[in-house]
């Protein structure tokens, strides 16, 4: 752990090498996580793990941003790209949505559906305006795979709250995409 953040460091002082560091120090981790979320949508998902993780750490590191503190950080900020690399490409093919097997507990599934991981997304991006605290948490443990102890210590919260925290947001999520399921077939 204090090797990925004593890399991160090198990577924000500029140093070229350290990009290369990063990678090796990272990729299997990155890798997992990519496999736990693919594993999740439904199957013919022709996205590959390994093209996942490779477009995700692009992005983090063409960013320019590398202000991370630390690997938590790093690695919800890489959860956060490949949360949106899943939804540009279930966009881009523009076929019938991806849906997102709930084994995780995030939501239940509706109308014993499994979720639509657009349709999550949107859920998210509007729970991130109303409390960001509570969208930062469901994102690092979704779709970052942290366990609720470790998304609490990135968040600077307890984890009493990362629980309460939990809670609403899944109460809330499964809420609106409900709401959002029932327009539509109206």
Request: glycine share 6%; hydrophobic share 40%.
């Amino acid at each position: 752990m204090g090797d990925v953040t004593h890399i991160l460091r090198a990577v924000q002082e500029g140093n070229t090498e350290a990009t290369n560091e990063l990678i090796q120090a990272v990729y299997q981790e990155l890798r997992f996580l990519a496999v736990q979320m693919l594993s999740q949508e439904k199957p013919g998902q022709t996205l590959q793990a390994t093209a996942l993780v490779h477009e995700a750490y692009l992005r983090l590191v063409k960013s320019g941003n590398h202000r991370w503190d630390g690997r938590g950080h790093f690695f919800a900020a890489a959860a956060k790209a490949m949360r949106r690399l899943l939804i540009e490409d279930a966009r881009r093919k523009n076929r019938s949505p991806q849906y997102l097997s709930i084994t995780t507990g995030i939501v239940p599934p509706v109308q014993g559906r499994s979720i639509d991981l657009i349709a999550l997304d949107e859920a998210l991006t509007k729970l991130d305006e109303i409390d960001p605290i509570v969208a930062k948490l469901i994102e690092l443990h979704y779709f970052g795979g942290f366990t609720l102890k470790e998304a609490a210590e990135v968040l600077e919260i307890s984890p009493r709250t990362a629980d309460r925290y939990w809670a609403f947001g899944r109460a809330w999520l499964h809420g609106e995409i409900t709401k959002n399921d029932t327009a539509c077939n109206e």
